[in-house]
T-cell receptor, first 113, second 113 residues
Framework: SQTIHQWPATLVQPVGSPLSLECTVE??????LYWYRQAAGRGLQLLFY??????ISSEVPQNLSASRPQDRQFILSSKKLLLSDSGFYLC????????????FGSGTRLTVV | GDSVTQMEGPVTLSEEAFLTINCTYT??????LFWYVQYPGEGLQLLLK?????DKGSNKGFEATYRKETTSFHLEKGSVQVSDSAVYFC????????????FGPGTRLSVLP
């Protein structure tokens, strides 16, 4: 069966520090991968998606970047965090073909102080 | 572009009350429709889905019927429990590549004993 792992679960980082969040998927190949952010009490904002190794599409301009070095690995990064980067970050995967929906990781709570 | 509208809540009900969370959508073509649930501090979980008109998705006592004529996918449950307290997201997948996934803003449900 397919599983998705996301870590760390919580993170407190000072302003100006770097960020690396990792997401891996098991049990499938060539998944579509996504990074979402959920600000406190608000909906989901799609940040990046990837349909293949090295292929990254950004949905909104921001202080973050994403990379996909391997088929089932998706990394969210920042060189210098801002206070506004605080939020709940969710990784998700889907098969090509929208009928299957998305499967989400358990999320990372990032607090920038 | 495609969009999803849902009541933002919060919705507060007593245990065993009937639940309806309205969801309407705008999309070209024939999207698949989904309901996701997010329990406190967790990622999103797929609750149910419907892939074509008149399909009924159901899971854990929740139901939603894909109504093409009214472009709606309302979530219902006959008797809610305290454990159903969560945020519920309506979503659609607008194409066959899983890249055009649109979420509603989420509806927070609180069930009181």
């Amino acid at each position: 069966s397919q599983t998705i792992h996301q870590w760390p679960a919580t993170l407190v980082q000072p302003v100006g520090s770097p960020l690396s969040l990792e997401c891996t998927v098991e049990g499938t190949s060539n998944p579509n991968l996504y990074w979402y952010r959920q600000a406190a009490g608000r909906g989901l904002q799609l940040l990046f998606y990837s349909v293949g190794i090295g292929q990254i599409s950004s949905e909104v301009p921001q202080n973050l970047s994403a990379s996909r070095p391997q088929d089932r690995q998706f990394i969210l990064s920042s060189k210098k965090l801002l206070l506004s980067d605080s939020g709940f970050y969710l990784c998700a995967w889907s098969q090509a073909g929208g009928d299957y929906g998305y499967t989400f990781g358990s999320g990372t709570r990032l607090t920038v102080v | 572009g495609d969009s999803v509208t849902q009541m933002e809540g919060p919705v507060t009900l007593s245990e065993e009350a009937f639940l309806t969370i309205n969801c309407t959508y705008t999309a070209t073509g024939y999207p698949s429709l989904f309901w996701y649930v997010q329990y406190p501090g967790e990622g999103l979980q797929l609750l149910l889905k419907a892939t074509k008109a008149d399909d009924k998705g159901s899971n854990k006592g929740f139901e939603a019927t894909y109504r093409k004529e009214t472009t709606s996918f309302h979530l219902e449950k006959g008797s809610v429990q305290v454990s159903d307290s969560a945020v519920y997201f309506c979503a659609l997948s607008g194409d066959n590549y899983g890249q055009n996934f649109v979420f509603g803003p989420g509806t927070r449900l609180s069930v009181l004993p």
